[in-house]
Structure formats: structure tokens, C-alpha cells
């Protein structure tokens, strides 16, 4: 069983910033000649370097300031000190935290990070020998909050309530005097009783989901060992389980054609019968891993979509010891049923009476979006499991019209159906946000071990590209939940029926109320699991309004690209170790900084 990891405190350290524009002023008295230059020079010299500092004191005080960021606390929108390495099995690009690595107070290095879990497909890498990376540096806007109120899902930077010393980043949540709900993952505005959920905006929303498989990166072993595909052709048969069937959908040769080379599904042919194909999540532990290397056969399992988080998922090597095993790490607890899946959708022949159906599961709820590819016209639909019942919820027209390839997004979060084509938002109105009791129960069915399918009929298609992701889970925090139960939770995420027992017998770790005090705001952090904010703080779960100090607004430094010598660049500043304590010269050697590097230009950007 492995312990809760400590929060990170997720402190903003400041840097400063010069001032633009703030260059020496302009003289406008007579030349001098060259013997009496000098003393007059001096002091303009003196007067222009004092006024550029006011300046920049000025800018920084009242306009903006440059912070680092040293923790994951806001993973993954924001990266504080960490790795990045490439899965040994799959490929896929893995960003870990390394923040664990060195003493929050001096920075004195106290353990190596060692092993990585990757989110994708659950294997293991070495990441002992690889290079850390400071965090990421970002501006803060101050003008906003001098003048104006914050927004809720503002990123923002404040003096943290209990060490007023200290500068924290968090996403604001609440707004003063409210009370927030926290219920299944999802946040509530509690008015008299009656809560509402809070939705944030959709391109805010879309930029905040995190990771679940990226189809773009199979792990060849474990298919060569049998491992059932993520995504797969399928049709409905009725036998609820056996021969890989989830639900009652089970594979088949039928309509489309996987290659698993290009990782396209083809329907070579405009079929009317309806073709589907579906997501399984057949995640691999790193136990699954450890069994196939030593060949023992595993029976492949689908489980629930989980709240874990990349970033969280690593061990470190401590100067005596080699730490936990990657397989005693908690990989997500809780079951997310918030989703967005992202394909590229080529069709190349489209017969009348067409069809493109995007269906995403939650619970005893089935929604779907039916779009007519020879109109472009988008219907949203509601099917409750209770009552067996379908309700259209709203009709769009889109830009998904005729022969063509599109990008597509769908997506069932915070309560509300949201369809991008191309990037560009459908507007379903106010009918496309769902009307659920907040109070409604909230357990997951044994079909939600796939709940995502693409349906096609009548045309001519390909579907490449197959993303899915999950929205932010954010956990109660309370102590009742984090002492074990968590664990179990994880250990039972393949077993539906036993899962939500334990689940709904445990109301704390369901639900939580947080009061905001009427001068101040509540803040959580990105990365639940792993970010200290209101929710942990003892004196008081609010932000006063005086220790707010701006707004982050861009990354304009995540790190430098580190190449030669192996793509890790020369070591010219190496980390500071204990020496009567650490003789490993591992640990002496391990670099902190190297060169030569290029700027990393496709993450500088706003942050939202």
C-alpha cells in the first residue's frame, strides 16, 4: 500500500522584470565640449540609470512581475521542476515532476528521481540519468486586480495565508462569500440549499483537459503479447461479457479496417449498415508489465477512467534506499466521467441518408451527437438507462459538409455537450448544458469500462488520430479519504460493482463544503492530487483580497532544449548534495544545469 503524497506547496518564486521601453533620457541641454564633458556626462549617465530602475520598480510593482514556478501543483498547465523523457515502450512524450528532488528551503539535492510510470500505457522507464529542468517562468499581469474583481478560472499568483512571505499560483474557484461544492470530481455554487454546478468556459475548458490515451503511440510489446487494442471495431451482440465484449459490444472483422502501422480505422466502402468502433480502457499496470517480462500470462481487463495524472506518476531514490516500486504507486482513484475525445475524420464518398455518430458514456446517461454529413446539420441527444427514453436536446449546423477531412472534438464536461469541428465551437445554446439534480447519484456502470464510440453509416471514411482525455478530478482532501481508502479505490477500478460500493459508503470522500470568507477566494490547484491550496489550509480556506497580487497571463520561459553530447548538453552547474552525508558520485556529478540549449518556442504562450 503506498503512502499519500506530500501536496506541493506550489510557491511562485519572483524573479523581477525590466521595464520595455525604460532606456536613458533624452538630453536636450547644449553639446559639451570635450573638456567639460565629462563631469556632466557622469551625472546624466547616473540620473538615466536611476530613473530606469524607478522604472522598472514601477512596472514591476504596479504593472507585472516574472515568477518561476517550483512545483506541479498546476500540472499540467503550468510545469514547476521536472523531467522529460520518452517512454521506453510506446514513445509518448512523459513530463514527470522532479520537484521532490531537492530541499524546498535551500535547494540541497535529497533524492534522485528514478523511475517514470507513463500515463499512456503504464510502462516503466528509467529516468535516474536524465537531466532536470527548472520550471516554468511566467508573467503576471497586476493592472487587473488593481482596478477590477477576478474572474473565476483565473490563474493567479497570491501571498499564501498561512506563510504570507510566500507567493502561491492556483486557479481561483470561488468568489467571496460563496460556498463551493466539491461532489464526484465536479465544483458547485451552493445558493440556500440548492446547488448548481460551475462550468468553465469552453476554450478554457478544452485547454484543461488532461491526457488519457493517445492512439498515436502503441505499445508494441504488449500488443505482441496480446494485449488487447485501446480502440477497436465492434459490433453489438448482446452477450455482455466473454470474447473482449464490453456491454454487449464486441469485436469484429466486420466494416472497419484497422492498420496498425498508420493507427487508421478505414471503411473502404459506403456501407448503410451502421459500422462502430470503440474505446476500451485496457490500461496497463506496471504489475502487467513485470508479469509479461517474466512470462507470466496476464488476462487483460478493462477498468474505469481514473483521475491520475502523468505528472505524479514517478519514484525517487533516496541516499540509503531505492524507494517505493513503480508498482505500489497510486495511479488515480477516482473514476472521471468527464471526457472529450479529439479524431481527424476523413470522408471521401458520403451516400444519402448518411450518418456520423459520436457517442460518450457517464453513468446510466448515454449522449450522443448525430451529424448529417451531407447537410452539416448536428443533433444532440440524452438516453437515460432508467427510463430507457431519448430526449433531442438541440440541433446546430456545422462545417462538416460533404467530402472532406475535419477535426473534431466532442466533449460531456462540467454537465454540458460541447462539439468543436475544424476549432471552431458549435453553438448548441443554452439546451447543450445537462440538468442534472446535484444531488443525483453518481455511480458508474459496468459500460463505462468503454464509453466512448464513433459510429458511421453510409459512408466512405477514415478516422485517424484518436485522442482521449479526461477533465480536472478534484478530490476532497479530507484526511478520512487519504489515509488508505484511496488505494483500495485504485485496486478496485476493474471491478465496477465493488468500486462503487466502497465509493458510495464513504460521503466524505464524495462531497466537501468550503465556505469563502466576504473579502476573499477560494484557490485550487490543477493537479489535485498533488497541490496544497484552500483546501488543506487550517486557519482559514480563503485568499484575502489584499494578498492577491495579479494575474498569470504567459509563459514566456518554460526551458531551454538542451543539445550535443547526446541531446543532454555539457554540465556547467551541478547540484548541491550534503558531502559528509552523500559519497555516491551519482549524486555528485548529477548536472543542474547544462548548455548549449534552444529556446522552447511552442510553449510560450497565454496561459488560460
Known amino acids: 500500500m503506498s503512502t499519500a503524497p506530500t501536496p506541493a506547496n506550489a510557491a511562485a518564486t519572483s524573479t523581477g522584470t525590466a521595464a520595455p521601453g525604460a532606456g536613458p533620457a533624452t538630453s536636450t541641454t547644449p553639446a559639451k565640449t570635450k573638456k567639460d564633458s565629462p563631469p556632466e556626462s557622469a551625472r546624466d549617465t547616473i540620473e538615466s540609470i536611476i530613473f530606469a530602475l524607478l522604472m522598472a520598480f514601477l512596472f514591476r510593482t504596479f504593472e507585472a512581475e516574472a515568477f518561476v514556478i517550483p512545483t506541479g501543483s498546476m500540472a499540467p498547465t503550468l510545469y514547476g521542476r521536472h523531467k522529460e523523457v520518452h517512454c521506453h515502450e510506446c514513445g509518448y512524450p512523459i513530463v514527470v515532476g522532479a520537484s521532490d528532488e531537492v530541499d524546498n528551503k535551500d535547494g540541497t539535492l535529497i533524492n534522485r528521481l528514478n523511475q517514470v510510470v507513463c500515463q499512456n500505457c503504464g510502462g516503466v522507464t528509467d529516468a535516474y540519468e536524465d537531466v532536470p529542468f527548472n520550471g516554468d517562468r511566467i508573467l503576471v499581469n497586476k493592472y487587473p486586480y488593481e482596478f477590477g474583481e477576478p474572474d473565476r478560472w483565473d490563474v493567479f499568483v497570491f501571498k499564501n495565508p498561512e506563510q504570507p512571505e510566500m507567493n502561491y499560483i492556483k486557479r481561483l474557484v470561488g468568489l467571496p462569500g460563496e460556498t463551493i461544492r466539491i461532489r ?136 540509503f534506499n531505492d524507494g517505493i516500486s513503480p508498482a505500489n504507486l497510486e495511479l488515480g482513484a477516482y473514476w472521471v466521467n468527464d471526457l472529450t475525445v479529439n479524431f481527424g475524420l476523413e470522408l471521401t464518398a458520403i451516400d444519402p441518408g448518411a450518418a456520423v455518430v459520436l457517442e460518450l458514456l ?218 559528509d552525508v552523500i559519497k555516491d558520485k551519482s549524486w555528485l556529478n548529477y548536472p543542474k544545469m547544462t548548455f548549449p540549449f534552444y529556446p522552447q518556442f511552442w510553449r510560450m504562450k497565454r496561459i488560460r
Not at 492498420?259 to 470503440?278: G, H, Q, S, V, Y
Request: proline share 6%; hydrophobic share 35%.
Open 184 to 319: 464526484n470530481g465536479d465544483l458547485y455554487r451552493v445558493v440556500d440549499g440548492k446547488a448548481s454546478i460551475l462550468r468553465k468556459p469552453p476554450e478554457k475548458q478544452r485547454f484543461l483537459q488532461i491526457p488519457v490515451y493517445d492512439d498515436r503511440y502503441p505499445a508494441e510489446k504488449l500488443l505482441a503479447a496480446g494485449w488487447p487494442e485501446r480502440w477497436a471495431a465492434v459490433e453489438k451482440t448482446g452477450q455482455p461479457n466473454g470474447n473482449g465484449a464490453i456491454d454487449g459490444w464486441e469485436p469484429t472483422d466486420l466494416g472497419w479496417k484497422h492498420d496498425p502501422k498508420t493507427r487508421e480505422f478505414r471503411l473502404e466502402k459506403a456501407d448503410a449498415a451502421p459500422r462502430t468502433i470503440r474505446y476500451r480502457h485496457y490500461l496497463a499496470t506496471p504489475e502487467v508489465w513485470q508479469s509479461l517480462a517474466s512470462g507470466i500470462d496476464v488476462r487483460p481487463a478493462a477498468s474505469l477512467v481514473a483521475d491520475d495524472c502523468g505528472y505524479n506518476n514517478f519514484t525517487v531514490r533516496a541516499p
Open 362 to 579: 457517464e453513468g446510466v446517461y448515454q449522449y450522443q451527437c448525430k451529424i448529417d454529413p451531407s447537410s452539416g446539420m448536428a443533433t444532440l441527444t440524452e438516453t437515460s438507462m432508467t427510463g430507457n427514453v431519448t430526449v433531442e436536446l438541440a440541433s446546430q449546423q456545422t462545417s462538416l459538409r460533404g467530402p472532406g477531412t475535419y477535426a473534431i472534438t466532442f466533449t460531456c464536461v462540467d454537465d454540458r455537450l460541447c462539439l468543436w469541428v475544424d476549432g471552431s465551437l458549435v453553438d448548441f445554446g443554452p439546451k447543450a448544458s445537462l440538468e442534472h439534480f446535484a444531488t443525483a447519484d453518481s455511480l458508474p456502470h459496468p459500460r463505462d469500462r468503454s464509453p466512448v464510440g464513433i459510429t458511421v453509416a453510409g459512408a466512405q471514411a477514415t478516422v485517424r488520430d484518436l485522442l482521449l482525455q479526461r477533465d480536472v478530478y478534484y478530490r476532497t482532501a479530507e484526511s478520512h479519504c487519504l489515509h488508505g481508502l484511496e488505494d483500495q479505490l485504485a485496486r478496485l477500478l476493474g471491478n465496477v460493482e465493488q468500486w462503487s460500493e466502497l465509493y458510495s459508503n464513504t460521503e466524505k470522500c464524495q462531497t466537501r463544503d468550503l465556505q469563502v470568507d466576504r473579502n476573499g477566494f477560494l484557490a485550487f490547484g490543477d493537479n489535485s492530487p498533488r497541490s496544497s491550496d484552500s483546501r488543506f489550509w487550517r486557519d482559514t480556506q480563503s485568499v484575502p483580497r489584499d494578498f492577491l497580487v495579479g494575474k498569470a497571463f504567459w509563459i514566456y520561459w518554460p526551458h531551454g532544449i538542451p543539445f550535443l553530447n547526446g541531446g543532454k548538453g555539457f554540465t556547467v552547474m551541478r547540484h548541491a548534495v550534503d558531502r
